[in-house]
């Protein structure tokens, strides 16, 4: 399991969480300030695509599913930890490749 502190893109506005890669699943979670949490999940078998790239605001990760996008922006310091959950989830993508 790898992880990488940022924001999640919403129409709304940002929400500050992690990202985080299992071997099954990608997870955006956020604790909020009174006990209630935002979790959004895809399963890695329903993942269309990886994307990366940078901007002015930083760098950025969009895990895109069948309906779902998730768009996130990664802290200014999370550069290894971005370039390990971009490595664990093609990893766990090609596992599953090699095993269906």
């Keep these: 399991m790898v992880w990488v502190k940022g924001f999640l893109q919403k129409s709304g506005g940002s929400l500050r969480g992690v990202l985080i890669a ?9 604790k909020g300030f009174f006990g209630n949490e935002h979790v959004e999940s895809i399963d890695l078998g329903k993942l269309s695509g990886l994307d990366r790239k940078t901007s002015a605001w930083g760098r950025e990760i969009a895990v ?10 990664c802290e200014r310091s999370a550069r290894q930890a971005e370039d390990a959950f971009c490595t664990a989830i093609d990893e ?7 095993v269906a």
């Design 92 to 98: 766990a993508r090609a596992a599953a490749a090699r």
């Design 22 to 30: 299992t071997n099954q699943r990608v997870v955006f979670c956020r």
């Design 64 to 73: 895109h599913a069948t309906h779902t996008t998730l768009q996130f922006r």
